[in-house]
């Protein structure tokens, strides 16, 4: 039923090499109308399938992790197909891109896929190209050292972090994305090429409180936050957004329309209630003329235990256990060690199958505090809305460090 | 060597080292290779480091003629600095589902986007999209022009659109799909194309497509309405492969715990044990489930692959309502329609999506998640909008709040009193 859209087969236009002239000869800025091609999503995914996949769609028997980054499928029709699976930093050029599509021809039939956590995926159909594809992947490496293809992300391990853009393409960023997920991956690099946790460890991580990497059901959760109100330019506030909007935006409503002169005149602005703000940022989402960046109040935080499978227990979210952490470019080494730290208490403390979060509720808070000794703060006690859900009411309680001295 | 200027840049040079891929060489060397942009974007970055603070200006507003998303207005403010990422654009590109692609499709992606824009990419951005990072205003058309004529692809939505659709691996590689997940995300990506670029939403909408319930694209944490598979009938058994786990010839969990010497495989303690709601058991020496008290957690799959499958009628469960914490608090997406056959044209979940969108389009507010109206309007309205009936299956426990809003016609003889009767009764 979609054999007319033009992307329902697209060998023939790839076949073709790129003109970069053609757009000049379509595109009429008088009439931009003209020659427009819209409305029509995406390829077809399955032209994009290797041989293997496409053959045995919907055969699959079973798969087995031959080595960390290594599986192997097998299929009711007896076909088996390997796929090797690498880290990748996100932000790559099309250099490396080519480089990918280059390794894709030699072993794997020109085929390659992504997975949703930004990992590499090159499917070949015999041991021996799996083989030869993952000598070639170790040797291929960056001038500076690292490696371009590190193999693995698979079992118990800890993943390629998802993550957001930071300082590298947003204007909201409480923290950069790229630069820490480099250094906590540098540090953390050991697991993800091996299968040694309790289960797997999905980090994530997000600048600022909009969480577009969605980083609040992950095990262990970077979180960029700010800690200053927003600033208010009474000289641009009018002519760059309108200030009804602007109050709106407030969910806790510490913004107030105001009248201020300035220079003799009278101008409409607006005036937050500083004790009243949480610092979500949401008013510079809406207004230019509210920005909230600052070197020194912003910084990092850290969530912990959530989870998205259904395995076991129900997805849950991710807790805040440390409410700030500076921004230390270019290595943050103190939110490293944080992150390294909880996931270490982790793996010696947790059962077999046991996520990070189900670990923490099966020894209690109390007791995950201790182990990983982090100061309990009353940051880590909600007092937003339906706070009370998270509270204890219960005589039922570990005896801690916590209590120890009562 | 290009004609191009590197800036000097000592901490973020740092991270060259260390095992893990460096974002900052592979950019570097685009660069010094020809793009100054990608030494521009670097230097800035260093500036960002020493600040710690962006260096980007709130977005405006660009895009391309007839669409109102795909395109994130970007603008450095240390143009003077950084000349060739003043204006640093980013077009989201709506990828094949599930992200295979040939090295044909990759390659003249690349060749558009040397041409057209930095060369720097986010392989992929979150939602799913390809994120073609970095260009002019001027350039945005004849990009359009040449992804779609010359890749037959499209952008993917940004602002209050339905947001680009994604889904898991499926029955391409993974044996426990109970849906073509990819199947369902292209049929609707392609039926909703007026609403993924062209805002009509109070906000933006997210549809995700995992296969089982080990939901790997995250959709009951970050979509809207979330649709993942699971099965109705029996989880099949193979009792030799169950016997070949027990005898240590099958590594458990396809071998995913390899690096660590966790004893021998216990049956009964790793898997027997740790189901959830306890409905295993073994009779002589066959594994039983007894499947009607099962909630398809896939546990016990998991760790044994080669001996449990799911069972083989198959649907989806769909969930709704999720989003990050902007602004009344994270939510995981809520369970709607517990079970629901996913069969081209998939007219019955279509009709649903209809149901959902108009309640949404008409109560929403500006900039309020469809999981924020279902909080603010309440889960019975939902359902009455979505004409499903209430089960027990959509609540964790019944509330333990007597304060049920009784309408009018749910009490005999309605609302309408008179006083003078009651007090008739009653003296006052
Ligand atoms: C109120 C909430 C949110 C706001 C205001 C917001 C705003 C933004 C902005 C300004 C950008 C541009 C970054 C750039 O310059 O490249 C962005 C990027 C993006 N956002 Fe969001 N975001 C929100 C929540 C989310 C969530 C919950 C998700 C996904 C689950 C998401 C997915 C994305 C994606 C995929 C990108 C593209 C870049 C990337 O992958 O990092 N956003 N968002
Ligand atoms: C060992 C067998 C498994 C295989 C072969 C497997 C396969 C995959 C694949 C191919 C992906 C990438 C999905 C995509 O991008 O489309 C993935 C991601 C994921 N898998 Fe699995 N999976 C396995 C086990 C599990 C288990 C046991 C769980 C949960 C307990 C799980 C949870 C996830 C999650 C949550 C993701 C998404 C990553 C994220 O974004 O957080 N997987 N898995
Ligand atoms: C608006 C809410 C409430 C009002 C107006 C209210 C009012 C009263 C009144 C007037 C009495 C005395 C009855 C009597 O002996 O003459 C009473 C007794 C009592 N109330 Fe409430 N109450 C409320 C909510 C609650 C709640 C939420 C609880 C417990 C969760 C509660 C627990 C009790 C108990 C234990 C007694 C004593 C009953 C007994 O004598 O055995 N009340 N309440
Ligand atoms: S999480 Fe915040 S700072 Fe980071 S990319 Fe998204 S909107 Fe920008
Ligand atoms: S940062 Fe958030 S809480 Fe503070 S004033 Fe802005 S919108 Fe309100
Ligand atoms: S969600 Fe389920 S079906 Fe999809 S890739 Fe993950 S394990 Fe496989
Ligand atoms: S899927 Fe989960 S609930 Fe069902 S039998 Fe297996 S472990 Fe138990």
Redesign the interface.
Known sequence: ??ED???YN??E????????A???K??D?KK??A????????????????PV?KKN??K?????????GILK?TSETGDV?Y?VRC????????????E???I??KYGE???????R?NIEF?VDSEEKMRALVDDLKGRK?????????IGG????VTNI?H??????????AT?A??VV??V??EL?DY?T????PA?VRIAL?CC?????????SDIAILGVHRKPPFVEDDRISGVCEIPLAV?AC?LGAIKPATVELDGKKIKTVRVKEERCMF?G?C?TMC?AM?L????G?GIAILVGGK??????A?K?SKLVIPFLP?E???WPTVVNAVKNILETYASDAN??ERVGEWAERIGWERFFEKCDIPFTDKSMDD???AYDTYHTTTQFKWSVHTDNL | MADVKKHDTPMVDDLKSGPWPSFVDDIEQKGLAGKQACLDLLGQLELSFKHKETHWKHGGIVGVFGYGGGVIGRYSDVPDKFPSIAHFHTMRVNQPASKFYSSAFLRKLCDIWDYRGSGMTNFHGSTGDMVLLGTTTDQLEPTFYDLTYQMSCDLGGSGSNLRTPSCCVGKARCEWSCLDTQQICYDLTQEYQDELHRPAFPYKFKFKVSGCPNDCVAAIARSCCSIIGTWKDDIRIDQEAVKAYVGGELKPNAGAHSGRDWGAFDLQKEVIDLCPTGCMYMYGDELKINNRECTRCMHCINVMPEALRPGTDTGATILCGAKAPILEGAQMSTLAIPFIRMEPPFDEFKDFVDKIWDWWMEEGKNRERFGELIQRESIQEFLRRAELKPIPQMVKEPRSNPYVFWSAEEVPGGWERDIKEFRARHAA
């Open positions: 039923m979609y859209n033009p992307g697209i060998s236009v790839l076949s073709n090499p790129y003109d970069p053609l757009s000049k379509l595109y800025p931009p109308m020659n427009r091609i819209t409305d029509i999503g995406p390829p077809h995914y399955e032209q994009f399938f290797p996949i769609y919907g699959w028997k079973s798969h087995e992790i031959v080595e960390p499928y197909c796929v880290g990748s930093p996100r932000l790559i050029t099309t250099d490396l891109i080519r990918i599509a280059d894709a021809d020109g085929f390659v896929r992504w997975t949703t930004n499917n960056h001038p500076g050292g690292s490696y371009k293809f590190p698979t079992g118990a391990c998802v957001t853009q930071g300082w590298v393409h947003c204007h909201t960023p950069d790229s630069g480099k250094a991956m540098d690099f993800f091996s299968q040694k946790l797997q997000a409180l909009n969480m577009c990497g969605a980083v609040h059901c709106a969910p979500c949401n510079y230019p920005p960046a600052d070197g020194e912003d998205i499978s259904n395995r076991i227990s997805p979210f921004n470019p270019p290595r077999k199958y937003y809305r339906l």
